[in-house]
């Protein structure tokens, strides 16, 4: 292996455009790592708040974008016995996922699904860690709930709809277009409410309230949110886009015994994010590896064009995930 690889640094908070090929030193594993040679990235919401300078990376993680890839194992460090040499792989990254060569604890690689190429598996580890962790192990949706997400297109909300409608969720999705609703519908939402013609807190209470809200949206969605949900609903935050800070009459949570909870997955400790890697091998992968779940593909882009990944991402034109070829 070459002492260099190129990659793709963020030489300064700010738009797309700060993004540029650059050459930084080949990783090496540290006990319980392995490195893997990157066939493809996945681009995620998170890389593009990283960028404009309002999501560091955690003490020790690369600077470099890229949370998820899918790659070839090329280097094992001490004490890995779960993975070979050779072995293909899709990967949770503590960063660095837009490189040649990425470091990554062994056990947040999960294998390549039966059946699946490499581009769509460097799509799954974000999403799928997201989505599980805080929809089925925090959230706790059960089958026969009614289950609301926003941002129904979204890398997270596709992943969200269909593993809620596989485990027998009622789903509502939230889109900002007619294509999108669609799209949700397909993925096997019950019911797609385009949020720039209709009201989803009227939609959700004629349904009987929702039992469990995945939201990323945040600012005047929070209020709205809690007035959609059931008695005894839970909401789960993952993001602001619209903003944290709101007034919110915290007596509709008392009255209704609501549980308002969130949790981002980066800043976790790598045990924490291991388990939920166990928690996927066992109840999602073999959905994976029987064709029954699949990343939605938006679009691929070579990894020295990151830029106009970024800038597909922030259009919000995309349905599903956006991916970088680096090396596949
Ligand atoms: N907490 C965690 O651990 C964690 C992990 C991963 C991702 N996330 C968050 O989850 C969200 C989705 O991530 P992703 O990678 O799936 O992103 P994405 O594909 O870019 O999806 C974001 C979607 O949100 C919708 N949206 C609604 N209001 C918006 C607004 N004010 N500004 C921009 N978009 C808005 C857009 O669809 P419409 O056109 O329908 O509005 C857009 O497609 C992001 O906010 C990300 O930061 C959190």
């Known amino acids: 292996m070459t002492e260099t690889m190129r990659a793709i640094e963020i030489t300064e908070p700010g738009g797309p455009e700060v993004l540029k090929p650059t050459s930084r030193p080949m990783p090496q594993p540290a006990a319980g790592q392995v490195v893997l040679k990157v066939a493809y990235a996945g681009v995620n919401r998170p890389d593009a708040l990283q960028r ?158 929702a039992n469990l809200i995945l939201d990323m949206v945040g600012g005047d969605y929070l209020p709205r949110n809690v007035k959609s949900l059931a008695e005894d609903g839970r909401l789960v935050q993952i993001a602001f886009l619209q903003g944290p800070k709101v007034e919110l009459n915290f007596a509709l949570v008392m009255v209704r015994r609501l549980t308002i909870t969130g949790s981002t997955l980066r800043p976790q400790s790598d045990l924490a994010k291991a388990r939920i890697a166990e928690s996927l091998r066992e109840k999602v992968w073999p959905l994976l590896d029987a064709g029954k779940v699949a990343p939605v593909m938006d679009s691929e882009f070579p990894m020295d064009q990151a830029a106009e990944a970024h800038a597909r991402m922030e259009s919000s034109g995309h349905i599903g995930k956006i991916v970088l070829k680096v090396s596949g």
């Not at 194992?73 to 779960?82: H, I, K, P």
């Not at 993975?83 to 947040?108: N, R, W």
């Not at 596709?158 to 596989?166: K, M, N, R, S, Y």
Request: aromatic share 8%.
């Open 52 to 209: 404009a300078g309002s999501y560091a990376p955690p003490p020790g993680a690369s600077d470099l974008p890229g949370l998820e890839a899918s790659g070839e194992v090329v280097a094992l460090g001490a004490g890995v016995d779960s993975l070979s040499l050779g072995d293909k792989v899709c990967a949770l990254l503590p960063g660095g996922g837009y490189a040649e060569y990425v470091a990554t604890p062994a056990a947040h690689c999960l294998p390549v699904p039966k059946g699946m190429g490499m581009k769509e598996a460097a799509c799954l580890p974000e999403t799928f860690f997201t989505v599980w962790s805080n929809v089925f192990q925090r959230g706790g949706l059960q089958a026969g709930e009614r289950f609301l997400v926003h941002g129904g297109s979204s890398g997270i909300g596709t992943t969200a709809i269909q593993l809620a409608h596989h485990f027998g969720a009622r789903v509502f999705a939230t889109a900002g277009s007619e294509a999108k609703c669609k799209a949700c519908l397909d993925l096997g939402a019950d019911r797609a409410i385009n949020y720039r013609d209709e009201d989803f807190v009227s939609v959700m209470k004629e349904e009987g309230g």
